[in-house]
């Protein structure tokens, strides 16, 4: 007997055994027991810790994160951008432990569906094949006999119609083959996906003039490059010697002068070499981006004027704005009379509790994104007015009593001239500026006009700024006798004026106390007339630029008037319930013109229409509060511009009712000219000047 099986008899009896003393005492227990208990015990490793009870019971919270342990922390990798090696802070985290690609397809899924279905028709197939050839056999059977028979009494010829039987029942024991369905493919195919259309792609080409090409060519001998040599010997030389004589703050500040200049050229070497082309690309960009603007400005005519007898629209265009402006009002508009795209925007404000920096900027149209020139001053610009035979010549006037020339053609932020305490600035703001004539040294001379009632004539004579009081204003009738009986007079506030388009000694002033003076450059002392024009300080006066007799005022009174400068009443009166900001004049005809109110509108008038209200009266700035400063009629283009009290300028199409020409007649031309226009006014001023005598 095998050891194995005696150790299984002996475990057996030895159970029994236990089984009848636990039957016969339930409290005895046999020796396989401890046996039993024995081999239950837990074996302890050798080196177990041996812990009590409470440790046993204590918790260890462990957290399982989603970080990999194994991942690198420490990978480095190159960067082209800096040229060195960088430590990479984001490390993949993520590690795969198993991946299979599979092939098996979920039986609910359509793809499942479809191949049940067509398991489905090649098993009932191969049943209907076998269901035939058992059918054929037992045929073939019953037919066995009748054939013998028949070969017995004659052997003739199968007849035509046995053959085709048979061709019939060969084709039904054929089995029929299933129709082959084309698999698609698992991997990229999609079930009820949708394709959208796509248009055909199309080639837009423009062809451009080439731009002008000119071939250089030069030789360089010895001669040449030594006298280079030798002239920047000599400019070395002379810089030696300056500084020789210099004091010593002034050479330290002449060495940080030239490390800027130096600097600034270092920079400035490869921009300036394509300014020029950086922006034309920069204006065909904003061609682009503004192209429905642009299209409405050279195209675009408001149909509905056709349905509307005497009134116009105006259309917003571009609007123009910087952010180091932003906070500034625009208190001067004046277009370029040589490059009619272009515009200068004075920045400062009429607030004088709110006084800081003032702005010169000069927009083109062309881009309307960003200035073409930005000039920036300590104080605030009130006015300005560019040369007409110079157009690179800005004056300004400022809240601080000086005025300045500004040479676009030198572009740096300081003036080119400006005026001082020593050299007769105003006390006051100066509130308009007047570019005139040359004299008779041919001097470039410019007038201004300030609140401490004083009208200057300014000549350029030798880079510096002479100046000549023309005029003092004096308020009529209010000398007061001080001490000792001396007569003192009070000066009147200059705010506005406007010279003669023919008689050039003679001018206009318009004042605080809401008079207009008529002057003369010739006599300093006097006033060739007075006019009550407002009962507010007048904002702007202007002459008509085709009728030489016609001006125009304008006063916070929110009153427009228009004057025939040979009487003392005027012409027309306009309320235009607003306090008004700035008239202008239309340079396409003498009876249109605009004005501006502090509530947002923009008025419109054509006398020759309606001489009794604006053919066009219209909100222009977003916001009720925005106030609008000014405005200025294009030279050419139907346009005009105009800025508020938040820095930014907005461009308006006029619509063609608002600047409609004489219709033309059968067989007669139509007449143009300075002299229809000074006509057609002079017609309006004669029906009032009628009416006048009789009231």
């Not at 015990?41 to 462990?62: H, I, N, S």
């Not at 019939?168 to 698609?184: D, F, N, S, W």
């Not at 050419?636 to 508020?644: E, L, S």
């Given at each position: 007997?095998?050891?194995?099986?005696?150790?299984?008899?002996?475990?057996?009896?030895?159970?029994?055994?236990?089984?009848?003393?636990?039957?016969?005492?339930?409290?005895?227990?046999?020796?396989?027991?401890?046996?039993?208990?024995?081999?239950k015990?837990?074996?302890?490793?050798?080196?177990?810790?041996?812990?009590?009870?409470?440790?046993?019971?204590?918790?260890?919270?462990?957290?399982?994160?989603?970080?990999?342990?194994?991942?690198?922390?420490?990978?480095?990798?190159?960067?082209?951008?800096?040229?060195?090696?960088?430590?990479?802070?984001?490390?993949?985290?993520?590690?795969?432990?198993?991946?299979?690609v599979?092939?098996?397809?979920?039986?609910?899924?359509?793809?499942?569906?479809?191949?049940?279905?067509?398991?489905?028709?090649?098993?009932g197939?191969?049943?209907?094949?076998?269901?035939?050839?058992?059918?054929?056999?037992?045929?073939?059977?019953?037919?066995?006999?009748?054939?013998?028979?028949?070969?017995?009494?004659?052997?003739?010829?199968?007849?035509?119609?046995?053959?085709?039987?048979?061709v019939?029942?060969?084709?039904?024991?054929?089995?029929?083959?299933?129709?082959?369905?084309?698999?698609?493919n698992?991997?990229?195919?999609?079930?009820?996906?949708?394709?959208?259309?796509?248009?055909?792609?199309?080639?837009r080409?423009?062809?451009?003039?080439?731009?002008?090409?000119?071939?250089?060519?030069?030789?360089?001998?010895?001669?040449?490059?030594?006298?280079?040599?030798?002239?920047?010997?000599?400019?070395?030389?002379?810089?030696?010697?300056?500084?020789?004589?210099?004091?010593?703050?002034?050479?330290?500040?002449?060495?940080?002068?030239?490390?800027?200049?130096?600097?600034?050229?270092?920079?400035?070497?490869?921009?300036?070499?394509?300014?020029?082309?950086?922006?034309i690309?920069?204006r065909?960009v904003?061609?682009?981006?503004?192209?429905?603007?642009a299209?409405?400005?050279?195209?675009?005519?408001?149909?509905?004027?056709?349905?509307r007898?005497?009134?116009?629209?105006?259309?917003?265009?571009?609007?123009?704005?910087?952010?180091k402006?932003?906070?500034?009002?625009?208190?001067?508009?004046?277009?370029?009379?040589?490059?009619?795209?272009?515009?200068?925007?004075?920045?400062?404000?009429?607030?004088?509790?709110?006084q800081?920096?003032?702005?010169?900027?000069?927009?083109?149209?062309?881009?309307?994104?960003?200035?073409?020139?930005?000039?920036?001053?300590?104080?605030?610009?009130?006015?300005?007015?560019?040369?007409?035979?110079?157009?690179?010549?800005?004056?300004?006037?400022?809240?601080?009593?000086?005025?300045?020339?500004?040479?676009l053609?030198?572009?740096?932020?300081?003036?080119?001239?400006?005026?001082?305490?020593?050299?007769?600035?105003?006390?006051?703001?100066?509130?308009?500026?007047?570019?005139?004539?040359?004299?008779?040294?041919?001097?470039?001379?410019?007038?201004?006009v300030?609140?401490?009632?004083?009208?200057?004539s300014?000549?350029?004579?030798?880079?510096?700024?002479?100046?000549?009081?023309?005029?003092?204003?004096?308020?009529?009738?209010?000398?007061?006798?001080?001490?000792?009986?001396?007569?003192?007079?009070?000066?009147?506030c200059g705010?506005?004026?406007?010279?003669?388009?023919e008689?050039?000694?003679?001018?206009?002033?318009?004042?605080?106390?809401?008079?207009?003076?008529?002057?003369?450059?010739?006599y300093?002392?006097?006033?060739l007339?007075?006019y009550?024009?407002?009962?507010?300080?007048?904002?702007?006066?202007?002459?008509?630029?085709?009728?030489?007799?016609?001006f125009?005022?304008?006063?916070?009174?929110?009153?427009?008037?228009?004057?025939?400068?040979?009487?003392?009443?005027?012409?027309?009166?306009?309320?235009?319930?607003?306090?008004?900001?700035?008239?202008?004049?239309?340079?396409?005809?003498?009876?249109?013109?605009?004005?501006?109110?502090?509530?947002?509108?923009?008025?419109?008038?054509?006398?020759?229409i309606?001489?009794?209200?604006?053919?066009?009266?219209?909100?222009?700035?977003?916001?009720?509060?925005?106030?609008?400063?000014?405005v200025?009629?294009?030279?050419?283009?139907?346009?005009?511009?105009?800025?508020?009290?938040?820095?930014?300028?907005?461009?308006l199409?006029?619509?063609?009712?608002?600047?409609?020409?004489?219709?033309?007649?059968?067989?007669?031309?139509?007449q143009?000219?300075?002299?229809?226009?000074?006509?057609?006014?002079d017609?309006?001023?004669?029906?009032v000047?009628?009416?006048?005598?009789k009231v």
């Open positions: 007997m095998s050891p194995k099986l005696q150790h299984r008899r002996q475990s057996n009896t030895v159970s029994r055994g236990t089984r009848k003393r636990d039957e016969d005492s339930g409290t005895e227990v046999g020796e396989g027991a401890d046996e039993w208990a024995q081999s015990a837990a074996v302890r490793p050798p080196d177990q810790l041996e812990l009590t009870d409470a440790e046993l019971k204590e918790e260890f919270t462990r957290i399982l994160t989603a970080n990999n342990p194994h991942a690198p922390q420490n990978i480095v990798r190159y960067s082209f951008k800096e040229g060195t090696y960088k430590l990479i802070g984001f490390v993949n985290q993520l590690a795969v432990h198993y991946s299979h599979g092939n098996l397809i979920p039986k609910d899924s359509d793809e499942g569906r479809r191949q049940h279905y067509r398991d489905e028709l090649v098993a197939s191969q049943e209907s094949a076998k269901v035939v050839i058992s059918e054929t056999e037992i045929l073939e059977e019953d037919e066995e006999p009748k054939d013998a028979e028949a070969e017995a009494g004659s052997q003739t010829d199968i007849p035509a119609a046995e053959a085709a039987e048979k019939t029942e060969e084709e039904l024991m054929a089995p029929k083959q299933p129709r082959e369905r084309k698999l698609t698992q991997f990229n195919f999609s079930e009820r996906a949708s394709q959208t259309f796509n248009n055909p792609l199309r080639d080409e423009c062809q451009m003039e080439p731009p002008p090409r000119t071939n250089f060519s030069a030789t360089a001998n010895q001669w040449e490059i030594y006298d280079a040599y030798v002239e920047e010997l000599k400019k070395q030389e002379k810089t030696k010697e300056k500084e020789k004589t210099k004091t010593p703050v002034a050479k330290k500040m002449g060495k940080m002068a030239m490390r800027k200049m130096t600097s600034m050229e270092s920079q400035s070497d490869d921009i300036t070499k394509v300014t020029q082309a950086a922006k690309v920069e065909m904003n061609q682009n981006t503004y192209d429905d603007v299209q409405d400005f050279k195209y675009y005519e408001d149909a509905a004027d056709e349905y007898d005497q009134e116009g629209t105006l259309l917003p265009l571009w609007k123009f704005q910087n952010d402006a932003k906070r500034l009002a625009v208190t001067a508009l004046c277009w370029n009379p040589k490059y009619k795209d272009l515009f200068a925007v004075g920045h400062g404000s009429y607030d004088f509790m709110k800081s920096r003032g702005m010169l900027l000069l927009y083109s149209m062309k881009n309307p994104s960003f200035p073409e020139y930005i000039f920036s001053s300590d104080s605030g610009i009130m006015c300005l007015d560019m040369h007409v035979d110079h157009p690179y010549l800005v004056v300004v006037g400022h809240y601080d009593g000086n005025v300045a020339i500004y040479n053609k030198k572009p740096h932020s300081q003036p080119a001239f400006r005026s001082s305490a020593k050299s007769g600035k105003h006390t006051d703001p100066v509130w308009q500026v007047k570019w005139q004539k040359d004299d008779m040294d041919n001097n470039l001379n410019f007038f201004s300030s609140s401490d009632g004083r009208i200057v300014w000549t350029l004579v030798k880079s510096e700024l002479v100046h000549t009081d023309v005029i003092k204003l004096k308020v009529e009738s209010s000398s007061t006798e001080g001490l000792e009986g001396l007569q003192l007079h009070t000066m009147g705010t506005a004026f406007d010279f003669h388009k008689i050039d000694y003679m001018f206009l002033v318009g004042t605080e106390e809401g008079k207009i003076y008529k002057c003369s450059k010739s300093s002392s006097q006033f007339d007075t009550d024009a407002h009962n507010m300080a007048v904002d702007a006066v202007s002459w008509n630029p085709y009728h030489t007799k016609v125009m005022s304008c006063s916070s009174d929110w009153t427009v008037k228009i004057w025939d400068h040979t009487i003392k009443t005027p012409m027309f009166i306009y309320d235009l319930n607003s306090a008004v900001g700035d008239v202008a004049w239309a340079p396409y005809s003498s009876t249109v013109f605009a004005a501006v109110t502090t509530n947002g509108k923009t008025h419109v008038f054509d006398l020759s309606n001489k009794y209200e604006a053919i066009c009266n219209q909100p222009v700035v977003a916001k009720k509060k925005n106030k609008i400063t000014h200025q009629f294009n030279p050419i283009h139907p346009i005009i511009i105009v800025g508020d009290d938040r820095g930014h300028v907005t461009c199409k006029l619509s063609p009712n608002l600047r409609k020409m004489p219709k033309e007649k059968k067989g007669q031309e139509v143009k000219g300075p002299a229809v226009e000074i006509a057609k006014l017609k309006l001023l004669n029906l000047r009628e009416v006048k005598p």
